[in-house]
């Protein structure tokens, strides 16, 4: 069992662009910053640049609000060009209240917004997520395993709120490599008690150890986590998410 786990920030990533190559951009960074991959690190990326290189980019000068997104716009008090995007990137509104729009995305994530940000990007304009997240970790990593050699698990990340909790932070929504759960069901605990319901979200639990290099103003949207064992296995972010005959809140 490991004892000590690294978070190394990859410095030096440049702006990504639509188009860029992200896999061959963390290659470059990392040997700039004379970083070596090992068998068995973990790779977390943070969405936006994914999004970035991926075009997943849209211009609100773009946009031409329904009258549905006007109205939600006029009650909330937000642009109505964004709600219209939120609305088209929705497979349905959960929640909307104080401001605030909980919706379920296509790829079925239960988060604020649908993921549409306008934080760093250019004025304007706003992100959305990736529209397969797991295919994009694992297009990185075969590209990875064939540039250096070895076997890399890569995770993409975003920052999600919480229910009943303050803050944000980082969570799985790509996966590829690792198990995304680790299931303690049916060992023994120090005490000898039969373990009932313990699974644990291995893929969230890495994607917010690297939030706490990212930061938000770090400039820092990739690292390696280091000294974790995992069992390598094709991977998917969808495991983690909750199926509806089991969701008590729906």
Do not use: C, K, N
């Given at each position: 069992m490991e004892s000590t786990i690294q978070i190394i920030g990859i410095e030096g990533l440049p702006e990504i662009r639509p188009g860029d190559d992200v896999a061959e951009q963390v290659l470059r960074a990392a040997a700039q910053a004379g970083l070596t991959f090992q068998q068995g690190d973990v790779l977390v990326i943070a969405q936006k640049i994914i999004s970035k290189a991926e075009g997943r980019l849209v211009s609100l000068n773009d946009i031409e609000p329904s009258e549905f997104a006007r109205a939600i716009a006029t009650t909330m008090n937000k642009d109505a060009r964004i709600v219209e995007i939120v609305l088209r990137e929705s497979k349905r509104i959960v929640r909307m209240d104080r401001n605030v729009m909980i919706v379920e995305t296509h790829h079925g994530f239960v988060c604020a917004n649908a993921g549409v940000d306008q934080s760093n990007?250019?004025?304007?304009?706003?992100?959305?997520?990736?529209?397969?997240?797991?295919?994009?970790?694992?297009?990185?990593?075969?590209?990875?395993?064939?540039?250096?050699?070895?076997?890399?698990?890569?995770?993409?990340?975003?920052?999600?709120?919480?229910?009943?909790?303050?803050?944000?932070?980082?969570?799985?929504?790509?996966?590829?490599?690792?198990?995304?759960?680790?299931?303690?069901?049916?060992?023994?605990?120090?005490?000898?008690?039969?373990?009932?319901?313990?699974?644990?979200?291995?893929?969230?639990?890495?994607?917010?150890?690297a939030g706490l290099v990212f930061g938000k103003t770090n400039g820092i949207p990739a690292a390696v986590i280091r000294g974790y064992r995992f069992t390598p296995a094709l991977g998917s972010a969808k495991t983690l998410l909750r199926p509806a005959d089991r969701d008590l809140f729906r």
């Open positions: 990007v250019a004025g304007g304009w706003v992100s959305l997520l990736p529209r397969d997240p797991d295919g994009s970790a694992a297009r990185i990593r075969q590209q990875l395993a064939q540039a250096v050699g070895i076997d890399l698990a890569v995770i993409i990340s975003d920052t999600f709120g919480r229910p009943w909790r303050q803050g944000l932070v980082e969570v799985a929504i790509g996966v590829a490599g690792l198990h995304p759960l680790m299931d303690y069901r049916g060992l023994q605990d120090s005490y000898g008690y039969i373990l009932q319901a313990s699974v644990v979200a291995i893929a969230d639990e890495l994607a917010a150890a």
